[in-house]
């Protein structure tokens, strides 16, 4: 497994992954669509925040199962707990040196199905 570092925008949020990203994640439900974020999963327990808690505020809606952390200082979604496996989706786009153009596979999602809002 490689491990994997990611931040915010800021630098305030900043984690490692153990984990390796063959396929991305684009999510069609209210939230992810709005955000337009990469995302790829990996395991709660192979996630690392190094720094920043106090500054992660979590966003919840509907039925308050799925945890969104956002940054509170740059605004950056950096990471959720899934509501439909309790596994940990993360953006892309706050990993260091990660190119979308290796993954396998983009995976999309009907998210918008497990969700009334």
Known sequence: MAKLKGSCH????QY???TEITMGIVCDCSICSRKG????AAEP???TLLTGEENLTLYQFNTDVAKHYFC???GIYTHHY?????????????IEG???DSLD???QVPGSTFSTV
């Open 105 to 107: 596979e983009i995976k």
């Open 37 to 40: 974020a990469l995302m790829a």
């Open 82 to 94: 899934r509501r439909s496996d309790g596994r940990l989706g993360f953006n892309t786009g706050c």
């Open 16 to 18: 490692e992954i153990d």
């Open 72 to 74: 509170n200082k740059c």
């Open 10 to 13: 800021c630098g305030s949020v």
């Open 98 to 100: 990660f190119d979308k």
């Open 45 to 47: 327990e192979d996630f």
